[in-house]
């Protein structure tokens, strides 16, 4: 297909571990998004990358989080020291990223459960 | 302060009827854009229908139609004609600023369509 891929669809870790999560943003879109979505609760906003740089990273709760996209396609969440607080679904988006086509379009998610 | 407000957590609605979920918004800012999202039960969050803030006329996409009242700081959905595949939580979202793609996300509203 050619949406947004996210891997794992699911991931199962213990307090403490570190994890990283994946996407695969849609052919030629050069941003790329990643909110967190709490149960019954409204995406909220973490990272936005244009190209290979992180135009914004000011919803990185701390800096347990963090985020790469090294060659301005695939991006990989990186989670140090997991609590059980960082249990949620992380959606990962991308647009064009160009003004007046900057409809995002997201992925299946991560569901992460810390145990 | 909460920059999307959507008031009605669930809402029941008959099948063929037509529902509006509410949503307001606050910003300071002349460039903005609107955007509403259905996700199912399945969790991926998919794109219905997108409205700017210097756009004139009210977006529609199909049975989807945006009603946009920029004095009033409103930009309800109105879903027509609903079908049982209509069930899903709806989200509000919004854009600020000319540059700035993030997205400002609503609490959501649950939309449960009855045969």
């Known amino acids: 297909g050619a949406g947004v891929s996210q891997t794992p669809s699911n991931k199962v870790t213990e307090k403490g571990k570190y994890v990283e999560l994946r996407c695969d943003p849609i052919?030629?879109?050069?941003?790329l998004y990643w909110y967190r979505q709490s149960l019954g609760q409204g995406p909220e906003f973490l990272i936005y990358?244009?190209?290979?740089?992180?135009?914004?990273d000011s919803g990185l709760p701390n800096d347990r989080f963090f985020a790469v996209r090294p060659e301005g396609s695939v991006s990989t969440l990186k989670i140090q020291r997991t609590e059980r607080g960082d249990s949620a679904v992380y959606l990962c988006?991308?647009?064009?990223?160009?003004?007046?086509?900057?409809?995002?379009?997201f992925g299946p998610g991560t569901r992460l459960l810390v145990l | 302060a909460q920059k999307i407000t959507q008031t009605q957590p669930g809402m029941f609605v008959q099948e063929k009827e037509a529902v509006t979920l509410d949503c307001t918004y606050d910003?300071?800012?002349?460039?903005?854009?609107l955007f509403w999202y259905k996700q199912p039960s399945s969790g991926e969050m998919i794109f219905l229908i997108y409205?700017?803030?210097?756009?004139?006329q009210n977006a529609t996409e199909g049975r989807y139609s945006l009603n946009f009242q920029k004095a009033r700081k409103s930009a309800n959905l109105v879903i027509s004609a609903s079908q049982l595949g209509d069930s899903a939580m709806y989200f509000c979202?919004?854009?600020?600023?000319?540059?700035?793609?993030?997205?400002?996300f609503g609490a959501g509203t649950t939309v449960t369509v009855r045969a």
């Open positions: 988006a991308s647009s064009l990223g160009l003004a007046g086509q900057e409809t995002q379009y």
């Open positions: 052919s030629g879109h050069t941003a």
């Open positions: 990358f244009q190209g290979t740089g992180a135009a914004d």
């Open positions: 910003t300071s800012d002349q460039s903005y854009g």
């Open positions: 409205q700017g803030s210097y756009d004139e």
């Open positions: 979202a919004m854009r600020e600023g000319y540059n700035d793609y993030k997205l400002s």
